[in-house]
Structures are given as structure tokens and as C-alpha cells.
């Protein structure tokens, strides 16, 4: 069984950053892509961002394209998201999830995490 646990969340500016981490236990990921989904209240969780399994591909929804970015260090089973320039519409819980890609329903999410971006 994989456990992803995410931390790094928070209340922060417009315009601030945050970062957030995934670590993962129970099994090693590295052979897998790992993604980042959010939900904000009354909306649909939706896909933000994945790695593949080496960091060497990456796939970003254009909302957060230029802004946010992913990483990974496999030696630590841990993903990372860096968030800058960080704007209210970005409030929302961000969940870990693996394997993840673009049309791919993760098996296994994390708890999640609230970021919440105040104006």
C-alpha cells in the first residue's frame, strides 16, 4: 500500500509563493509519474501538473503554465510543487496523487493540502 502525504500548504498574499511537498511511503515511486490535482470549494477536483517517472518530462495545465513548477527526488520518494506569483483563484485543497498524467485517474492520493491565496 502507498502512502502519499502532502505539507507545504498555507495562507499567503497574491503575488507570494509557497511550496509544497509529497512524500511518499510504503513503496518507492520512482518508476512512476506523480501529479498534483486541487479542488477549490464548489468545483471539480482538476490536474494541475505531472512528472514522469526520471523529471525529465513534465505536464502543466495552462492555468498555472510559467508560474508553477513540478520536481522530484526519487532518492527521497518525495515530489515537490513550487508555486509563485501566486493568485486567489488558486485557493484550493492540492492533493498528491501517483501514477498521474493527463487522462490518467491516479490510483493512490494523499490527504491534501490547503493553499489559500488572499487578495
Known amino acids: 500500500q502507498v502512502q502519499l502525504v502532502e505539507s507545504g500548504g498555507g495562507l499567503v498574499q497574491a503575488g507570494g509563493s509557497l511550496r509544497l511537498s509529497c512524500a511518499a511511503s510504503g513503496r518507492t515511486l520512482s518508476s512512476y509519474a506523480m501529479g498534483w490535482f486541487r479542488q477549490a470549494p464548489g468545483k471539480e477536483r482538476e490536474f494541475v501538473v505531472a512528472i514522469n517517472w526520471s523529471g525529465l518530462n513534465t505536464y502543466y495545465a495552462d492555468s498555472v503554465k510559467g508560474r508553477f513548477t513540478i520536481s522530484r527526488e526519487n532518492a527521497k520518494n518525495t515530489v515537490y510543487l513550487q508555486m509563485n506569483s501566486l493568485k486567489p483563484e488558486d485557493t484550493a485543497v492540492y492533493y498528491c496523487?501517483?501514477?498521474?498524467?493527463?487522462?490518467?485517474?491516479?490510483?493512490?492520493w494523499g490527504q491534501g493540502t490547503q493553499v489559500t491565496v488572499s487578495s
Open positions: 496523487a501517483a501514477p498521474a498524467w493527463v487522462g490518467r485517474i491516479p490510483d493512490y
